[in-house]
T-cell receptor
Framework: EAGVAQSPRYKIIEKRQSVAFWCNPI?????LYWYQQILGQGPKLLIQ????????DSQLPKDRFSAERLKGVDSTLKIQPAKLEDSAVYLC?????????????FGPGTRLTVT | RKEVEQDPGPFNVPEGATVAFNCTYS??????FFWYRQDCRKEPKLLMS???SGNEDGRFTAQLNRASQYISLLIRDSKLSDSATYLC???????????FGKGTKLSVIP
């Protein structure tokens, strides 16, 4: 079974530029998550989708971050404009459903460096 | 108080040693508990769920004490391949999402 796919794997941009990340979850998984993991920290949830609807985006900095999940499958996360503190690994995860009893499967992440 | 707190580590132990990690959570209404493992520059992967009765998977034992809001992970007979960061994860700690601790880094030394 194919895992969660993410691209690009690495991205270096200058502050105030824009960047977008793409995620393809495991086939059939209804719930998709975007996490931000800063070096030395645990992952922090940015946004959770159930099919193509947003379940939780309480920790998403909406002035600069946006995300969408078209047709309830693939998802993109965008940062515009980027700040130095956005340097982190952006992890996408998926699970069969959104309940806390399900394992979340993570993709390899996109390592973003903002200079 | 942070929602999920772990031993800061790092833990450097010789092969064959027994090592224990501790974790506390702040919200008594939390519903589910997990340990995830994250290798260096890799994504987190589920190691095991944690049940009130305690559970064991080979050399790994996880325990939950709801009264003390405390979770532990015990690794017996440590292997070099156990070297990783161990993340304590709580579901429902204030919201319907997974909350991760900072992680405890383990290095098993030959």
């Amino acid at each position: 079974e194919a895992g969660v796919a993410q691209s690009p794997r690495y991205k270096i941009i200058e502050k105030r530029q824009s960047v977008a990340f793409w995620c393809n979850p495991i086939s059939g998984h209804a719930t998709l998550y975007w996490y931000q993991q800063i070096l030395g920290q645990g992952p922090k949830l940015l946004i959770q989708f159930q099919n193509n609807g947003v379940v939780d985006d309480s920790q998403l900095p909406k002035d600069r971050f946006s995300a969408e999940r078209l047709k309830g499958v693939d998802s993109t996360l965008k940062i515009q404009p980027a700040k130095l503190e956005d340097s982190a690994v952006y992890l996408c995860a998926s699970s069969p459903d959104g309940g806390g009893h399900y394992e979340q499967y993570f993709g390899p992440g996109t390592r973003l460096t903002v200079t | 108080r942070k929602e999920v707190e772990q031993d800061p580590g790092p833990f450097n132990v010789p092969e064959g040693a027994t090592v224990a990690f501790n974790c506390t959570y702040s919200n008594s209404a939390s519903q589910s508990f997990f340990w995830y493992r994250q290798d260096c520059r890799k994504e987190p992967k589920l190691l095991m769920s944690v049940y009130s009765s305690g559970n064991e998977d080979g050399r790994f034992t996880a325990q939950l004490n709801r009264a003390s809001q405390y979770i532990s992970l015990l690794i017996r007979d440590s292997k070099l391949s156990d070297s990783a960061t161990y993340l304590c994860v709580v579901y429902g700690a204030g919201s319907y999402q997974l909350t991760f601790g900072k992680g405890t880094k383990l290095s098993v030394i030959p």
